[in-house]
């Protein structure tokens, strides 16, 4: 009895130590990105991309969930619930469309990298 009950403390205690080490593991607090998004279809110059998408993205995670938004006049929302699916929003609109993100349909079209100077 008295071996079954130090077992099961050794347990219990590994168990408790590996939750606490694991949960310590996930960032929690607010990114903010300064983003350019410019319209390859050049329908929209980039001061209305600006004006529209925005130029500001801020995160808010905890755990391993997120929601981002976009600064501009549509107001993009975006939820990471830590599983399988992406929920995205704007203001005004009453639909929340969803993306699996166990399907990889997009393709990397183009990017560009730039060097920029921090200030720390």
């Keep these: 009895m008295v071996l079954n009950f130090r077992l099961l ?4 205690s590994v ?3 590996l ?3 694991l949960q310590k593991n996930y960032f ?3 990114i903010s990105y300064s983003v350019e998004a410019l319209d390859k279809s050049k329908k929209m110059t980039k ?5 529209y998408i925005g130029d500001k993205q801020i ?4 755990e391993n969930k997120y929601k ?3 600064n501009g006049l549509l107001k993009i929302t975006q ?3 830590g599983k399988d699916t992406l929920y995205n929003t704007m203001q005004g609109s009453n639909a929340l469309v969803y993306i699996s993100v166990l399907k990889q349909n997009e393709r990397v079209i183009s990017f560009d990298i730039k060097k920029i100077n921090l200030l720390f």
Aim: net charge negative; hydrophobic share 45%.
């Design 59 to 62: 995160y808010f995670i905890k």
């Design 68 to 70: 981002t938004v976009m």
């Design 9 to 12: 403390f050794v347990f219990t």
């Design 47 to 51: 001061d209305e991309s600006i004006q």
């Design 19 to 21: 939750e606490n080490n």
């Design 79 to 81: 939820f990471y619930t």
């Design 15 to 17: 168990f408790f130590t």
């Design 28 to 30: 929690e607090g607010i």
